[in-house]
């Protein structure tokens, strides 16, 4: 254990976009595995990953939220050299505050919240967090079971 993990933001002005990149010193990933890293329920099994738990959602979930909001995310690194995840979104020029538009909320009708059951990270959501927040908003919000309803 131990590294260190460091965060950095880039604008390109020029086309719009802002950079995010979050870089490790970690365990890094085989170029062959870099592919499959964005798919649902993929996870790298490797000796040092065995005891990791994880349901390889997150980073389809980063990959499907970045892409709606018009940008592409990415991962360069490699194996016992740490791994760099990076994701550009569009930008919009900033209005003069007189000729701003008001806010307006997003569509939220397609955004699918997915809430684990109490027999998995659920368990540790305080009460207010598994009470599906979200509902009011016009998320759609399930909960994963082991049985079948």
């Known amino acids: 254990a131990g590294g260190r993990v460091s965060i950095s933001f880039k ?8 950079t995010t990149s979050v870089s490790d010193e970690g365990i890094g990933i085989a170029p062959g595995d870099r592919g499959r890293l ?3 329920f993929q996870r790298v099994r490797t000796a040092e990953t065995a005891t990791i738990r994880g349901t390889g959602v997150g980073l389809h979930v980063v990959k ?13 690194g490699r194996r016992r050299r740490g791994s760099t995840f990076s994701f550009t979104l569009p930008v919009a020029a900033q209005l003069p505050a007189e000729a701003a538009p008001a806010p307006v909320l997003p569509p939220y009708h397609q955004i699918h919240e997915f809430m684990p059951g109490p027999h998995a990270m659920g368990a540790l959501l305080p009460g207010a967090v598994r009470e599906h927040p979200l509902d009011s908003h016009a998320h759609r919000t ?3 079971r082991k049985d079948p309803e």
């Open 11 to 18: 604008l390109d002005a020029a086309r719009s976009r802002v």
């Open 64 to 76: 499907s939220l970045v892409e709606l909001m018009g940008g592409e995310v990415w991962v360069r």
């Open 38 to 40: 964005f798919e649902m």
């Open 142 to 144: 399930e909960r994963a």
